[in-house]
């Protein structure tokens, strides 16, 4: 079975910077990113990258803040988020797929971590 376990939430203030990690019990994974979930709204896709060519993709509202990568042993995917801001504000999702056609659709991926939280005081 395999195990997606984030590390690196907590509370920052805004302007701060976090650090998310998420280990895989195995390798070789299609993509692997990163999703949130506010109070009240559905999740949504936040950064991805796939493990062939190491694209990254991000929404729109991280675009220049956050940025994914991942490492050389490819069983983790780490989410680096500068200049945060209070609408960051979520619980944090790693996830992991063998096949993912759209890399921003949640329901492409498989295997999901049980989240971490980040909270941007102002």
């Known amino acids: 079975q395999v195990q997606l376990a984030e590390s690196g939430g907590g509370l920052v203030q805004a302007g701060g910077s976090l650090r998310l990690s998420c280990a895989a019990s195995?390798?070789?994974?299609?993509?692997m990113g990163w999703f949130r979930q506010a109070p009240g709204k559905e999740r949504e896709f936040v950064a991805a990258?796939?493990?062939?060519?190491?694209?990254?993709y991000y929404a729109d509202s991280v675009k220049g803040r956050f940025t994914i990568s991942r490492d050389s042993a490819q069983k983790s995917v780490n989410l680096q988020m500068n200049s945060l801001k209070p609408e960051d504000t979520a619980v944090y999702y790693c996830?992991?797929?063998?096949?993912?056609?759209?890399?921003?659709?949640?329901?492409?991926?498989?295997?999901w971590g049980q989240g971490t939280q980040v909270t941007v005081s102002s």
């Open positions: 996830a992991a797929g063998d096949w993912v056609g759209d890399m921003m659709n949640r329901s492409e991926y498989l295997y």
């Open positions: 195995r390798r070789a994974f299609y993509a």
């Open positions: 990258i796939s493990w062939s060519g190491g694209q990254p």
